[in-house]
């Protein structure tokens, strides 16, 4: 980095957490903790072993959610305000003690209410169907069915208790085990005739440098350090596929996959449905990796040329710019959003540049309806960065609009999360694109968000039937050598290019760092559900204009509030429709026809 570089990254804006607490020793933290600790043990006297019985009235239940949604809130504000503030720099001791300090607390406090849910599953049926009817409990209608629909995979109140207190010593500790020995990783590379040690996020940047030898020494560098560590890996996994194997058992599940669906509200149909329709359509990412071996000149495509770009181009997009980019998109769209998504600018929601210590990535953390989110950055002035800040802000403003629930109505499920902000996404891109001058930097542009869509739809696709063969081949065949989950990777991931790019030996081992696996199974396929949901939704913006700005609004506003199914119907979306699906993919379809049809516009130039 050089001198300017650094000097503009210190001007960058740091988000402000003053309005949570004022410090890692602000004495308030203490007081909150033990109020809540109060509060839980007070709610386990009240209420234990009275909700089962079914004895409370609906005002008396109604009573106890206000209670229990009244813990959650007071939770999360503590719990963000400690993540938040490690978040921005891990390294510093003060912040990972009282995280660390908040975590502890926190399990305490929900021990206490386990019972809470658990006898919600065990009302009976008539005397629910009567809670389910009260006008008094409308407002948890959503919540107190989908408790009931998890009921009937608990186990009994001091088997779950020991499941939780255990946790940190089974998968939780293997989970934390995988991210401890994947961060540790250094990886070797010689650059400039000078061998360099790197992270994993400096090695994976070479994924899109122009320089075709380098791209290939990195894949080298990330092949050989998985190998030196696969033991541990592979041991990591099995042991977690054991695990959920054993879960699923005990608590009745019938696939591997089962429980992410009862999570994210979804019947297995329609995921089923989604994935079968994009296998169908993996030709889409044949045709363009053919298109792009064309553009790069080569005769043979590796899988470390994926990324590789297609215009060399070293300009720096200023953060201000970004910004006024970003906005006027929203501003286009919405004026509403516009006008929700400028505080986070005006009132220091957003912690911009990278820094010592600070975690990688960026994300938007909604801490609860009555308080603002945040959003990290690290902004380095790539366009990507921009992409990166326009989906942050859609999260964030996807979190304004559904402040209006309660927070166990807050967060929408995984599969429609990622909405808001790939929507956001769509909005800075068609801005950026036209807003372009010569077909040369359109292409460029088209095929970035080609592999962008891939990345989110296909690869994801290809990594839930990765993760859904590892998980039946290890109940079918025991302990698994890291052998049989290379083979499974290359077959999955190759099913995908087809003949257009050659995967190569080093490939193999590249399952071995992939975190959701780890830590959420079966996460993978919301990202494909999400992108293919905003390019119909997008679709209908084009088509109908301003009176689809409202209902999208309105679908947004309703955060997790009501079951996917029901707010997809309002917007006349049937998921287990494969015509749904296919529409999606006919879209990614012609923007690949975008894409060659400029390819051969330059051609004849
Ligand atoms: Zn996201």
Same mark, same amino acid.
């Given at each position: 980095m050089s001198q300017t570089q650094e000097r503009d990254r210190s001007t960058l804006p740091r988000w402000d957490l003053t309005d949570l607490y004022?410090?890692?020793?602000?004495?308030?933290?203490?007081?909150?903790?033990?109020?809540?600790?109060?509060?839980?043990?007070?709610?386990?006297?009240?209420?234990?072993?009275?909700i089962a019985t079914g004895e409370c009235s609906s005002a008396e239940l109604k009573k106890a959610l206000d209670e229990f949604?009244?813990?959650? !809130?007071?939770?999360? /504000?503590?719990?963000?305000?400690?993540?938040?503030?490690?978040?921005t720099?891990? *390294?510093?001791?003060? $912040? &990972?003690?009282?995280?660390?300090?908040?975590?502890?607390k926190s399990s305490r406090v929900s021990t206490k209410m386990i019972f809470f849910d658990l006898e919600l599953g065990q009302v009976e049926d008539d005397i629910?169907?009567?809670?389910?009817?009260?006008?008094?409990?409308?407002?948890?209608?959503?919540?107190?069915?989908?408790? !009931?629909?998890?009921? /009937?995979?608990?186990?009994?109140?001091s088997e779950?208790?020991?499941?939780?207190? *255990?946790?940190?010593? $089974? &998968?939780?500790?293997?989970?934390?085990?995988?991210?401890?020995?994947?961060?540790?990783?250094?990886?070797?590379?010689?650059?400039?005739?000078?061998?360099?040690?790197?992270?994993?996020s400096d090695l994976l940047a070479y994924n899109y440098h122009p320089d075709r030898k380098l791209r290939e020494k990195a894949t080298l560098s990330l092949a050989e350090a998985l190998e030196q560590n696969v033991p541990t890996l592979t041991f990591i996994m099995n042991t977690l596929l054991a695990e959920k194997e054993v879960m699923d058992r005990l608590r009745g599940y019938k696939r591997p996959e089962s429980s992410r669906h009862l999570d994210n509200e979804l019947p297995e149909e329609a995921v089923d449905t989604m994935v079968e329709v994009c296998v169908k359509n993996f030709d889409i990412v044949e045709e363009y990796y053919k298109l792009k071996s064309q553009l790069l000149g080569l005769d043979e495509l590796f899988h470390f040329d994926r990324y590789a770009p297609l215009l060399?181009?070293?300009?720096?997009?200023?953060?201000?710019?970004?910004?006024?980019?970003?906005?006027?998109?929203?501003?286009?769209?919405?004026?509403?959003?516009?006008?929700?998504?400028?505080p986070f600018f005006e009132e220091g929601w957003i912690d911009v540049p990278p820094a010592e210590g600070k975690r990688g990535g960026a994300f938007c953390a909604g801490v609860s309806p009555d308080h603002h989110p945040y959003i990290l950055l690290n902004y380095t002035g790539k366009p990507r960065d921009v992409m990166t800040l326009a989906h942050e802000l859609g999260h964030g403003l996807h979190d304004r609009l559904a402040a209006r629930?309660?927070?166990?109505?807050?967060?929408?499920?995984?599969?429609?999360?990622?909405?808001?902000?790939?929507?956001?996404?769509?909005?800075?891109?068609?801005?950026?694109?036209?807003?372009?001058?010569?077909?040369k930097e359109r292409l460029a542009l088209l095929c970035e968000k080609l592999e962008d869509t891939f990345a989110t739809v296909f690869r994801q696709i290809s990594m839930f039937r990765f993760e859904r063969r590892i998980h039946e081949a290890r109940r079918q065949e025991g302990e698994l050598p890291t052998e049989r989950f290379n083979e499974l990777w290359q077959e999955c991931m190759g099913e995908m290019f087809g003949e257009a790019l050659t995967l190569g030996e080093p490939h193999k081992w590249t399952w071995a760092y992939i975190p959701h696996m780890i830590h959420t199974p079966f996460y993978v396929y919301a990202y494909a559900f999400g992108e293919l949901l905003v390019l119909s939704l997008y679709a209908r913006y084009k088509e109908q204009g301003e009176s689809f700005v409202s209902q999208y609004v309105e679908f947004l506003a309703a955060g997790g509030s009501r079951a996917p199914k029901d707010l997809l119907a309002d917007l006349g979306i049937d998921a287990a429709d494969p015509g749904f699906w296919q529409g999606g993919c006919d879209l990614i379809r012609a923007n690949l026809k975008r894409a060659q049809e400029l390819a051969a516009r330059r051609k004849n130039d």
């Open positions: 004022q410090g890692v020793d602000d004495p308030k933290i203490d007081q909150d903790l033990e109020e809540l600790e109060a509060k839980a043990t007070s709610f386990e006297e009240s209420y234990q072993g009275r949604e009244d813990m959650i !809130r007071s939770s999360t /504000r503590v719990g963000s305000y400690a993540s938040l503030h490690y978040s720099d891990t *390294t510093d001791p003060k $912040r &990972g003690a009282l995280l660390q300090k908040v975590r502890e629910f169907a009567g809670y389910l009817k009260s006008d008094l409990l409308a407002p948890y209608r959503h919540y107190l069915k989908v408790q !009931r629909e998890n009921a /009937r995979y608990h186990l009994s109140k779950e208790q020991i499941l939780e207190e *255990t946790a940190n010593c $089974r &998968g939780r500790a293997f989970k934390r085990l995988f991210t401890e020995s994947v961060s540790r990783i250094k990886y070797k590379m010689e650059i400039d005739g000078e061998e360099k040690l790197l992270n994993q060399e181009t070293d300009e720096s997009i200023a953060y201000e710019k970004a910004c006024q980019i970003v906005l006027e998109a929203y501003k286009a769209f919405s004026s509403e959003l516009h006008s929700l998504a400028l629930n309660h927070v166990l109505d807050y967060h929408p499920v995984l599969p429609l999360a990622e909405t808001a902000s790939t929507f956001g996404e769509m909005l800075t891109f068609e801005k950026l694109y036209s807003e372009l001058q010569t077909d």
